[in-house]
């Protein structure tokens, strides 16, 4: 019994050696493939729940964070909420009128800007902040966003990216303030930065198991596909949120692998004219992360 003990821990210690190799082998051919793409900066921080082990490539280099700062005002909501300061299943009335950060005055924002007109449709009546919550992180809605870091409020957030050690991220402001952007207010976020705040999620560590698994569930439903899942096999589980702006475009998920625990995967991307070549090089290297942990 002993000796079957024996032979099976070392399996084990073989099969972790394993997972941390293949991840350590492939920087480099990230690192070429990345070179070879013509962008300006790209972001790569992997964390690998199965093996423990980290892949990081520029993680540390601070972009403009575009919608993936949506994932910090969901999990500042879903802990108010475990606190019990706050209901999800309350209402809010919808607005399209917000003030800027610099000098309070008022702006609005375009519904021709934003991926989801559904909510500017809906002026002036309630929706359940759990409902906003599920609009801003599956169609990426900025009405919503604007409407719920109001509630979260962006110091609370900020307090909450510190506690769990996303020391870098910066959540200052809603979407379209273009006083704020101006003067140089905005959002901002590190590739490491991402990786600990979905792998808090992954492993249950934000406010309580269950908050975590609705934050789970909601950025499954993402229905902007073309960067992370579009590497992977078809039908693989994908808890993700994109973002994107001129010449920016993130993605950033936790996937889940059969027979394994899952990984965190980030790539965020600057400097690309045609948001098509983003989409292409963060699907390459979502496959060849994924391709790497299943050896």
Do not use: W
Request: hydrophobic fraction near 45%.
């Amino acid at each position: 019994m002993r000796h079957i003990f024996s032979l099976l821990l070392t399996m084990a210690l073989c099969a972790v050696a394993a997972d941390a190799q293949s991840l350590a082998q492939l920087k480099p051919k990230l690192e070429t493939l990345i070179a070879a793409s013509g962008a300006e900066t790209v972001g790569v921080a992997v964390y690998d729940l199965e093996s423990k082990q980290t892949l990081l490539i520029n993680n540390k280099i601070s972009l403009h964070a575009a919608s993936t700062m949506k994932v910090p005002v969901m999990m500042e909501l879903f802990r108010q909420a475990a606190a019990k300061q706050i209901n999800l299943d309350a209402t809010i009335t919808i607005k399209n009128e917000f003030a800027s950060i610099v000098d309070g005055s008022p702006y609005q924002l375009n519904a021709s800007d934003d991926s989801d007109d559904l909510i500017y449709q809906k002026i002036g009546q309630p929706m359940t902040i759990r409902a906003l919550i599920e609009r801003m992180i599956v169609r990426s809605s900025n009405l919503a966003t604007n409407i719920l870091i109001e509630k979260a409020g962006a110091k609370n957030t900020m307090k909450l990216m510190h506690k769990l050690d996303a020391n870098d991220i910066q959540v200052r402001r809603g979407v379209e303030d273009n006083k704020a952007f101006r003067a140089g207010l905005n959002n901002t976020t590190t590739a490491y930065d991402l990786m600990i705040l979905l792998r808090a999620i992954a492993e249950k560590k934000v406010a309580n198991a269950r908050a975590c698994e609705e934050m789970l569930a909601i950025l499954e439903k993402q229905e902007f596909n073309e960067g992370i899942p579009a590497g992977l096999p078809a039908n693989t589980r994908v808890a993700h949120k994109t973002g994107s702006i001129t010449k920016i475009y993130h993605d950033v998920g936790i996937v889940y692998v059969p027979n394994r625990k899952p990984y965190v995967i980030v790539v965020l991307t600057r400097g690309f004219a045609e948001e098509k070549r983003a989409h292409q090089l963060v699907a390459e290297i979502s496959r060849q992360v994924y391709e790497a942990v299943r050896k």
